[in-house]
């Protein structure tokens, strides 16, 4: 059988097709809208990269809300190690898994080798790793990297730019043996004699100098991305004595306001070079006319008041050393001096003289457990020993 052809499609006018196009598109514009659907709410991101801030980091809350009760405390300490032995230190910090390490002494070991590496691979979470390097008597790296001279010489020797590019040096410096963190500069305003507890460790006895070199020397250490902490709130420098060896009295506070209290005021306030999350401020152990009463300021609530109230500081914010000094430890074991400063503001406890981690954290854990330390507290000062890390933000 033959079949018929097909009869060719008809040849539409492309003038035709134009004009069927347009209809069609103006009747598209023309519709009303779809109604809209309500979309639920999206669940609380998860710790990946999705849920990364504009600065890549995740946020706090959620990291610390991650955290079981324990590692959260030990977050909160500083506890000094033994610079001649890595070792024990990467021992200790593989079993204890606290905050940070301070290191102190004149051994080099740990700073030496890139040991601190071995040390931070311990850690679950990056390790804050301090010193207190503020030239002359007080510094850690002069037998590695040579010698920095005293805050009254650089004051009296540099200008405050020199100041800053000797503090980027000795960043850089500090950071390449795996320092985070270095407690300096002080701030505190002094006249004493070269070698009193505070004396040429002081840039000078005018607030403002001691503002404009302490500044400088703090710069230069962030610009090498090293985290600094000004000391020793609220001000050692015209006290009657030295912590080290017993409780000392500073003037009254309406005293330090004028006087003690200015470079944190300038250095620290809205429009202060350090006032942006790389600086932290190191609470001593001070009476203090007008603001403390029986405990030592480290220890008494209303200091970081002032501290976070009068002066707005939402930084770190540390202890001295609560192990090795007598104005703590001829009152107060280890453990209940951890426990006191923490409740009162303290976002880290400092002991320099290393050991008790578990004895304080298990201290630590039952105050928690029974209301003795504010769990909202201790959260947001986890929060901010974490952002001081870049851990977070």
Known sequence: MLLRASSPPARRSPLRSAAVAAAALAGLLAAPAPAAVATPEPPTPKLTGLALGPDRL????????????????????????????????????LLTQVGGIFIGGNATELLSDQALRGVQAMSRIPLAVAVDDEGGRVQRIDDLDGDLPSAREMATELSPLEVRELGRDRGRALAARGVTMNLAPTVDVSEQPAGAVIGDRSYGSDPGTVTSYAGAFAQGLREAGVFTVLKHFPGHGRGDGDSHEGRVTTPPLDELREVDLQPYADLLGPAGPLGNGRTGVLVGHLDVPGLTEDLPSSLTPAVYELLRGEYGFDGLVLTDDLGAMAAITDEFELPEAVERALAAGADIALWSDGGRVTPVLDALEQALAAGELNAEANDAAVARVLAAKRVCS
């Open 58 to 93: 995740p946020d706090c809350r959620a990291v610390v809300a991650a955290m079981p009760p324990r590692a959260r405390l030990a977050q909160r300490l500083m506890v000094g190690v033994d610079a001649s032995d890595p070792a024990t230190t990467a021992e200790t910090v």
